[in-house]
């Protein structure tokens, strides 16, 4: 397993300031009056505590109750006393765009995971417990850390997604070289495109996929220097091998 990144030689403080600056330009939804927790420091707050292992909004505001330093090193003057209570995070949160979340987190990762040398990410799809929405996930093996989220709707599927992602994920990500995933993924479009990108990909192929088995039995096989497994080929294929 590969070890945590720890994205030296920038230092915590170093890191929380150019968080706080790309949330920086998302609009408060909130009236100025009153607002107690600035939208930067809350947002850099939930992502600091996410990463740290928090999966629910009562547990953010626990890391927030126990982890008075991290407030200090966002710029809270009280911290002891500005943990925001779960339904401040969930007021604030539900008012946001998705959107300029994302884009602020992922410019944000990009910067950081630049420095580490992330090449290969790995995606799948996976349905929340708690809400039952489907999402395609882009997890940067090096890191151990999801860089991208989608939802796949009804009318949609996760190929569709991918195909639908790839020249933004490439965009932000332009150190990304190669994706890897399960056999779903093995299909001649989506390769085609990826290897347009300039990128590549390591896909698993099952039996059950039968010409594309074929053909790859066929191909590596002559680079293999042996003849082709017969019980694989069927049909027209088995001519191929005369």
């Known amino acids: 397993m590969p070890a945590p990144f720890s994205p030296a030689p920038e230092t915590p403080l170093d890191l929380c300031a150019s968080l706080l600056g790309k949330f920086r330009p998302i609009p408060d939804p909130r009236s100025p009056r009153g607002v107690r927790h600035p939208l930067p420091e809350l947002l850099a707050l939930c992502v600091i505590a996410l990463l740290s292992g928090a999966q629910n909004l009562t547990q953010i505001h626990r890391f927030a109750k126990t982890n008075p330093e991290v407030l200090e090193a966002l710029g809270c003057k009280r911290p002891k006393r500005w943990a925001p209570v779960t339904a401040t995070l969930s007021a604030v949160l539900g008012a946001l765009r998705v959107s300029d979340l994302q ?89 085609s495109e990826i290897i347009q990108h300039g990128r590549h990909y390591l896909f698993q192929v099952k039996g059950s996929q039968h010409q594309l088995h074929e053909k790859l039995e066929l191909v590596f096989a002559r680079h293999l220097n042996r003849d082709p497994d017969p019980a694989a080929l069927t049909g027209e294929k088995k001519g191929a091998t005369r």
């Open 103 to 191: 884009i602020a987190v992922t410019e944000w990762f990009a910067e950081i995971f630049a420095q580490a040398r992330v090449t290969v990410a790995a995606v799948d799809g996976k349905t929340s417990r708690a809400s039952g929405v489907h999402v395609l996930n882009v997890f940067a093996t090096d890191v151990r850390q999801t860089i991208w989220q989608a939802e796949v709707d009804e009318k949609a599927n996760e190929i569709t997604v991918l195909r639908k992602i790839l020249p933004e994920l490439f965009e932000k990500y332009p150190f990304l070289q190669i994706l890897t995933g399960d056999a779903l993924f093995a299909g001649n479009p989506l390769c």
